[in-house]
């Protein structure tokens, strides 16, 4: 028996309640086989569309209060974790299997030094027009960038997970062989100021979150369920090669050489590679649909140190 | 040392996010004692206006998709239950005490066939004219009444808890001497039906929730902050009396005597009653600046078997 991180994209969960009941069966049918094996699970998601719609939801409506994004992200940890434990609940009363499981709403601190705050790249939220955008900054002093022609966009912080708040709980839980839900889109950003946790607006990267995770709780393996089978190298060019079993001194190498796309594959890669750095155990960038082979290692690509 | 469940109303908890956090410090600071004197705690709370926010946003933005109730209210338990146990976290960060609490996104079962689900009562969201209110019923179903001369509104379920699907993960980290905040909002409302947990657009009575985790986790009291000191009899009467200490059968007299207002202090009492009657322990209505003073039963409404 063993014990894995997974982490889910923001992407696989639809963009309304009735798609991501639909697509989060999918899902808890992929991860079913580690659960019927009874290993310790907990399961990371990512929430990039979810929270950009609750945000969206509160910009937009006349007669409620503008959200923070803190409190965007901790409502997208209710509305995801729901579906998630519910889907999964549903294919273990299948199964006549019994394991609880449960969504453990989750801060991760963040350093308030941390540079992501000076450079704020994240783009977040709606589209806007030049005039709109220079109002909300002055108004709520956002940062707003031009994002590729296709209008203005709130930018924010994208800082490092440096520790989880909720971790006790998470282990508690596990400790029962219960499935674990946390830190989902990253956790809720907080850093620690004049003695106290305070929300910042900001969003964690969710794969770094779950290495952060795997980390804290001993994990025997990171798996990272995307689209794509493989991480590849000379990716969409004739000379596209999927990598199957990597070292990290060999993944140096091809970072160098700038194989890996930003905000896409790159943090999945550096995430695993934190991971793998600092626990000597492997990590795996796999796609959701070859989760089985995937948990067997017949597919996706595997970090090792 | 003993196990406490404490029900707060989401009338305390403001209208937005600035407020919430501002009153939740209060909130935290009145539960603190029982925190510092080590006793097991779940905390139950309500999100009428937080619910109600949430939904309308989504109602209102011409950009977002429709939201069913259930899952805006799991919505809630996120945006509530993050600000409840970093309010609970910071007083104990400064007083220099170490006790991890997280919230636990909690379904709670329902029973399909509850008379509640026949005759909806309990109103939700925003006022509407007459003429939308009628479209909103013809498109979505909806069974939308008239609200006191304010406006059309829409009334859903409020079934009674049945069991609570997240148990052993409130008990997990009980069991740790963990704070645990569950079954916000009365807990996202779930049938069984083919052998699936459900979610249904209705609203469990938080205190009916709080009295049932309270059974389920064999809580030695159950405390329901509320507004006021005490229950009254001739409430608002020359006659007013304020209860101190009382029994079930002396209250059975009362509730045929008509002395307490529907959706207000009737549900209060009766998930009191029906923990005391369950249990044979005792349950407290209380006012939330006298919570210390309840915790010492020095204040406060106490029924008895």
Do not use: W
């Not at 990171?222 to 689209?227: Q, R, S, V, Y």
Request: aromatic share 6%; with cysteine.
């Amino acid at each position: 028996m063993s014990r894995y991180v997974i982490s889910l994209g923001g992407n696989a969960l639809g963009n309304n309640a009735e798609e991501q009941k639909k697509l989060l069966k999918y899902v808890a049918h992929a991860i079913y086989p580690l659960i019927e094996m009874n290993h310790d699970i907990v399961i990371v998601h990512g929430n990039g569309p979810q929270v950009g719609m609750i945000n969206l939801a509160f910009n937009e409506s006349p007669s409620t209060p503008l959200m923070p994004f803190a409190e965007c992200g901790a409502m997208s940890q209710g509305y995801i974790g729901y579906h998630i434990q519910n889907a999964i609940q549903n294919i273990m009363l299948e199964r006549h299997i019994k394991r609880p499981i449960a969504t453990v709403v989750t801060q991760v601190l963040v350093d308030e030094k941390d540079p992501a705050f000076l450079h704020q790249t994240k783009p977040i939220g709606s589209f806007y027009k030049k005039e709109e955008a220079d109002e909300l900054s002055l108004k709520h002093g956002y940062t707003m960038v031009e994002d590729a022609g296709r209008g203005y966009r709130r930018v924010i912080a994208s800082p490092k997970p440096v520790d989880v708040i909720e971790k006790e709980s998470i282990l508690s839980l596990l400790k029962d062989k219960q499935i674990v839900i946390a830190a989902g889109g990253g956790g809720i950003p907080v850093i620690q100021r004049n003695g106290e946790l305070v929300g910042v607006d900001a969003v964690i990267d969710k794969d770094h979150a779950s290495a952060k995770i795997a980390e804290i709780v001993g994990a025997d393996e990171l798996f990272i369920l995307t689209a794509v089978e493989h991480v590849y190298i000379d990716y969409n060019t004739p000379n596209q090669k999927a990598l199957k079993d990597i070292t990290l001194k060999e993944l140096d190498i091809y970072l160098e050489e700038s194989h890996f796309k930003k905000g896409s594959m790159l943090p999945k890669i550096e995430a695993c590679m934190n991971f793998v750095r600092a626990t000597g155990r492997p990590a795996v960038i796999a796609a959701l649909e070859k989760a089985v082979e995937a948990f067997k290692q017949t597919s996706g690509t595997i970090i090792k140190p």
